[in-house]
């Protein structure tokens, strides 16, 4: 059932574009800035490909930290931006009030399409929601990550030491999908020289089919029903062989999940690889950006390599990998003083709590050691938590140790290509050039 809200409530004014003719940096931070409020659509591709939507998102904390966004409706129906930390909790820490539930759009800003729902347990209520996150948890244990320890720092010695020294090359290619996509098929013990489908059903999965370049609804859904094909085949093998320790058999052999309609694989098939590949790949790239737009931190690094692990976490805040998450209403309510109807759509802006200076210290500031860096809301809250956040974060800290005992320096030598997204806040590519 879609969701869908009377113009009664909510009169969305006709699609809009931004009226900035130049497009450079500048132009679109002083037009953020001094736009009113309800001009702006903030899921607009423009801000995000050029790193500037932090600018609209700081207004929004300051003057309207609930607020409905009505522009361009007929591409979103209209969503309320939360943008405080707190309001963030508050929302992320109800299900009573706030369904993730697909049916009703959802966990993206942009709805799921009617007529081709994939049930995920992120997209989904308790206690269904429960059983099935239960259902994979085993592969990020303690003893699994133990297990995956000694495999990811050989591998990350192997991608590291492959890297050529005084030539520019692209990291985002060589390394941040390299190492993510090596680990996505360790965990579905899916074929490794077939690797690199699992990032391109990833990006495909996360695609706006209105931006030109993208695959359209009908080409997206031919490609996920293509890769649940495959991994139909897998399930088979599986299902019928003793459990084994991945993701395809626990699938396959838990009771909560053994049965689920072919949608329902679709979908939990996209949350893993989506969420395998996106918060580790981006962050991999993320790092080696931000050390370079803050090279006294670089130094600090170089100085005192005890640093990596804190570092991780500050890395992965100051990313912020997926810029939000979604919910809609069950009832009528009220958020941060605004009336919140049944069927809204709640978008909170992970990305906003992440630099709101009444939840942190010196927010935009990138510091390595910065106190207690694991308080980020990169990961979520309550119970849709990242599950893998531990196995992210163990990737990242090998990464940069691995890093330190080889390279001095990694020179960013051009500003990075991003991925024009409100959802997930990516690289295309990173140019690079490691010293000889």
């Not at 940069?400 to 991925?419: A, M, S, T």
Request: hydrophobic content about 40%; aromatic content about 8%; overall charge negative.
């Amino acid at each position: 059932m879609k969701n869908t809200l009377p113009s009664s409530v909510y009169p969305f004014p006709p699609r809009r574009e931004p009226p900035v003719a130049n497009h450079d940096r500048e132009t679109l931070i002083r037009y953020l800035e001094t736009a009113p409020l309800d001009e702006v659509d903030i899921a607009h591709p423009l801000w995000w490909e050029n790193d500037v939507e932090g600018v609209f998102l700081k207004r929004l904390r300051d003057e309207a930290p609930v607020h409905f966004n009505a522009v361009n409706a007929e591409r979103h129906r209209g969503f309320w931006s939360v943008t405080r930390w707190a309001d963030i909790m508050a929302v992320d820490t109800n299900h009573h009030v706030y369904s993730s539930d697909a049916h009703l759009g959802g966990i993206t800003l942009f709805d799921m399409d009617p007529d081709f729902i994939m049930p995920m347990f992120i997209a989904m209520d308790p206690p269904k929601h429960d059983v099935q996150r239960k259902a994979v948890n085993p592969i990020v244990s303690g003893q699994n990550l133990a297990g995956f320890e000694a495999l990811i720092r050989e591998r990350t010695q192997e991608v590291l030491d492959g890297l050529p020294r005084g030539e520019v090359f692209d990291w985002v290619d060589r390394v941040s999908i390299e190492l993510t996509s090596r680990m996505l098929a360790t965990l579905f013990d899916f074929p490794q020289e077939h690797r690199r489908k699992l990032t391109y059903w990833s990006d495909v999965s996360t695609s706006d089919p209105e931006l030109p370049g993208s695959p359209s609804k009908e080409e997206r859904q031919g490609i996920l029903l293509g890769m649940l094909q495959e991994f139909s085949l897998l399930w088979n093998e599986r299902v019928n062989s003793e459990p084994g320790n991945d993701l395809v058999s626990m699938l396959a052999h838990n009771p909560a999940t053994r049965d689920m309609p072919p949608m329902e694989f679709m979908g939990n098939l996209v949350l893993l690889i989506v969420g395998g590949n996106d918060t580790t790949r981006n962050s991999i790239t993320g790092g080696v950006h931000f050390l370079n737009k803050n090279p006294g931190e670089y130094a600090k690094l170089r100085a005192n390599h005890g640093l990596v692990e804190n570092m991780v976490s500050e890395i992965i805040r100051f990313q912020t990998p997926l810029a939000h998450m979604r919910r809609t209403a069950l009832e009528d309510t009220i958020l941060g003083g605004q009336h919140i109807h049944k069927g809204d759509k709640v978008v909170m802006w992970y990305i906003s709590a992440n630099r709101d200076e009444r939840a942190i210290e010196n927010p935009d500031a990138f510091l390595i050691d910065r106190a207690r860096a694991r308080q980020h809301m990169s990961f979520g809250f309550g119970i849709h938590r990242c599950v893998g956040n531990r196995l992210a974060e163990l990737q990242l800290k090998i990464l940069w140790e691995e890093i330190l005992l080889r390279f001095d320096n990694i020179e960013v030598v051009e500003e990075p290509e991003r991925v024009p997204s409100a959802f997930v806040r990516g690289y295309k590519k990173l140019m690079v050039r490691i010293p000889a």
